[in-house]
C-alpha cells in the first residue's frame, strides 16, 4: 500500500505518518504493508488560508494532485491557516485523504490567535509562516513546533495538530460500517 502525503514539511509528514498509524493500531491492523512518499504540492490557495473553505479546497486540491504522481492507494493532502469568527481568528489545521473514489476531511482543534497576531495575518493579509517568525523571534517556525507550539508553549505543536486532523480524515476508510466507505483492502 502506497501513502502518498502532498508535502515534504516534516511536522506535516510526520504527523500524517504517526495518524495513519494510530489507525492501524486502534483497529488492529498488523498485517498490512505500507509506505510513504512525499510529494511538495501547491495547492491552488493563498499561503495561508482564510477562511474553512479555503482550507478544505487546498487540502483537496493537494490530495487529489499529488494522488496522480504514480500508484497510489492513499493521497493525502493537509492545509493549515485561519479563519475567523466574530472578532476572534482562529488557527485550524485540515486534511483530505483519498482513495481514488472518495474524498474524506479531518480537522485539529483550532486555538484563538492572540490580536496582535491576528491583525497582521488575518487583517494585514501577512503570510503565517514569516508573521509567526516576527512574534516568536525565531526562523523557520512553521517546519518546526509551528504557530500552535508557540501559542500553547509546546503542549500541542503543528505536528500534533496535523495528526488529529488526519486521524480524522483517515477514519471513514477504516470505520467502513458507519460511514459507508469502501472497505480497507
Known amino acids: 500500500m502506497i501513502i502518498r502525503i502532498a508535502s515534504t514539511r516534516t511536522p506535516k509528514v510526520n504527523g500524517v505518518k504517526k495518524a495513519f498509524e494510530k489507525v492501524l493500531q486502534h483497529f488492529h491492523i498488523t498485517n498490512l504493508h505500507y509506505q510513504f512518499e512525499t510529494v511538495a504540492t501547491e495547492s491552488g490557495v493563498p499561503d495561508t488560508p482564510r477562511s474553512l473553505s479555503e482550507l478544505l479546497t487546498g487540502a483537496k486540491n493537494r490530495a487529489e494532485k499529488v494522488f496522480m504522481h ?26 483530505c485523504v483519498f482513495n481514488g473514489n472518495e474524498f474524506h476531511f479531518g480537522a485539529s482543534g483550532s486555538i484563538e490567535l492572540p490580536p496582535v497576531l491576528a491583525d497582521v495575518v488575518f487583517f494585514e493579509r501577512e503570510d503565517l509562516g514569516m508573521a509567526i517568525d516576527t512574534f516568536a523571534e525565531q526562523v523557520d517556525v512553521r517546519s518546526n513546533q509551528g504557530t500552535f507550539g508557540i501559542l500553547t508553549n509546546d503542549l500541542i505543536t503543528r505536528e500534533d495538530s496535523f495528526e488529529l486532523s488526519a486521524v480524522s480524515a483517515f477514519i471513514p476508510f477504516f470505520h467502513s460500517a458507519i460511514y459507508g466507505s469502501a472497505p480497507l483492502k
Open 70 to 95: 504514480g500508484v497510489t492507494d492513499f493521497s493525502v493532502g493537509v492545509e493549515g491557516g485561519v479563519f475567523h469568527v466574530g472578532d476572534k481568528v482562529f488557527l485550524q489545521s485540515w486534511t
